[in-house]
């Protein structure tokens, strides 16, 4: 194809590849506009997102409510740093205290951030707190971990991409096997200087991987008997994409009143970023009461743009829209409807052999190997049938979707998967 040929994607994707850092590897479309579960490229092309920006858009793309929120705030103050109050911050900070009904919020801005804030919090209150020698306090984390991608994070992973030649790595972490309470409660039982458990309650980028009925209850009670803080990281499966505002979902104004079905766990330390601003800016907090979040004065941490007006405004018109269009039980119900109908396709498929997850939070494992294509070729035909996935871990391909999408949309999209799945039968 000649220069004069090129099409306005590829002309975009060139340009990436020319001028940024080739740190992700996207698929091949481009897209210049969204309006709630849809995406468009710039040929005009229209997608169902099923992927939300890794759940950072739950409330849909461009929610109005949301973007007026950060228009106005955007006419008439920015930032201030946290030299000065502003008086959006402790607005914000009521309500969302009160939203997930903890004593107080410390804002960051994103997920990595608000995870390392957690692991700074955690290492001062066993210091100050519970007493543990300097520099000895060690926090226990699990095996396909995803937190995010700062030095210190990476040096718990066991992603060997993601952790090659950045080290020397930062010490003080203990692995241990995802969903295995028996490991946590060996490890807690032989080692008095942990200080806290950091933990996904559903494992989003190692493939949705949903532990064992009892697993978060009992890591907490475990937590709790040893003077240890449970950290829930949330950044991926809080703000009601699992179908109830938490996945731990404890003892919060959860806008969903039946929760059963999974055990309630009320996290020491919640961490929250994606979704807590609907896509629209970066917003990430951790939440913790007082006896944890104390521990914290002033130049102990900071950020310059952490808990800035626009991030205040925007975050709780995000969290409003949550409640007021009852995201939680749209979730749970929509991701019901379909895992269901994936689930039957699945028993007379051989391209598909399972279908996991909670609330909008899904996925499908392809059959074949993990170093295979064929997942990420079925997300190329999904794209070229109108919707937008991406395969994490080779073999497996998540979908969620924004959670205002309605069950006509989402009985589509069934379709467009299984008839795509059809295909490479
Ligand atoms: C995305 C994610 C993070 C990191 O968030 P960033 O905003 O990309 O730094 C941390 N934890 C979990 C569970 C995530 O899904």
């Not at 849909?60 to 502003?86: D, W, Y």
């Not at 992973?157 to 490991?183: H, M, Q, W």
């Not at 104004?253 to 996290?267: A, E, H, N, R, Y």
């Not at 749970?332 to 039957?344: M, N, Q, T, W």
Request: one cysteine or more; aromatic letters at 8%; glycine letters at 8%.
């Amino acid at each position: 194809m000649s220069v004069a040929e090129k099409t306005q994607s590829q002309k975009a994707i060139d340009l990436e590849n020319k001028y940024g850092a080739h740190n992700y590897h996207p698929l091949p479309v481009v897209l210049n506009r969204g309006e709630g579960v849809y995406v468009w490229d710039v040929e005009g092309k229209k997608y169902y997102d099923f992927l939300s920006a890794y759940s950072a858009v739950n409330q849909g793309h461009c929610h109005p409510k949301i973007v007026n929120a950060m228009n106005e705030q955007a006419k008439t103050l920015t930032l201030t740093s946290r030299a000065f109050h502003n008086d959006m911050l402790g607005k914000y900070e009521k309500f969302a205290a009160e939203y997930f009904n903890f004593d107080k919020i410390l804002p960051m801005n994103t997920g990595a951030e608000a995870v390392e804030t957690a692991l700074k919090l955690c290492r001062k209150w066993a210091y100050e707190v519970k007493g543990i020698k300097e520099n000895e306090a060690e926090i226990v984390v699990c095996e396909n971990n995803f937190h995010g991608r700062t030095t210190t994070i990476i040096s718990f992973s066991n992603d060997p991409v993601a952790r090659k030649n950045f080290g020397p790595y930062t010490d003080g972490f203990i692995k241990i096997e995802y969903d295995n309470l028996a490991a946590l409660k060996e490890t807690l039982e032989n080692n008095a200087n942990i200080a806290g458990f950091l933990v996904e309650p559903i494992q989003g980028e190692a493939g949705v991987y949903v532990p064992s009925e009892g697993f978060l209850s009992g890591a907490k009670a475990l937590c709790e008997k040893h003077n240890v803080l449970f950290i829930a990281d949330e950044v991926q499966t809080g703000i009601a994409r699992t179908g109830r505002l938490l996945a731990t979902c404890g003892n919060c104004s959860c806008p969903q009143k039946d929760c059963s079905g999974t055990p309630d766990v009320k996290p020491d330390v919640l961490i929250l970023g994606k979704a807590l601003s609907g896509g629209a800016y970066p917003v990430s907090a951790v939440l913790a009461n007082n006896d944890i979040m104390n521990v914290i004065q002033p130049g102990t941490h900071g950020s310059t743009f952490g808990g800035n007006p626009i991030a205040a405004a925007v975050a709780m018109a995000a969290l409003e829209v949550v409640t007021e269009e009852s995201l939680a039980e749209n979730a749970d119900r929509l991701g019901k409807i379909f895992r269901s109908e994936i689930d039957a396709f699945i028993q007379t498929s051989s391209i598909a052999t399972l279908v996991r997850g909670r609330g909008l939070l899904n996925a499908i494992v392809i059959n074949d190997s993990e170093e295979s294509d064929t997942a990420w070729n079925i997300c190329m035909r999904l794209r070229d049938n109108g919707l937008l996935a991406k395969p994490t871990h080779g073999n497996i391909i998540r979908f969620a979707p924004p959670l205002v999408m309605n069950e006509v949309q989402l009985k589509e999209c069934v379709s467009i998967i299984i008839k795509t799945l059809k295909e490479f039968e």
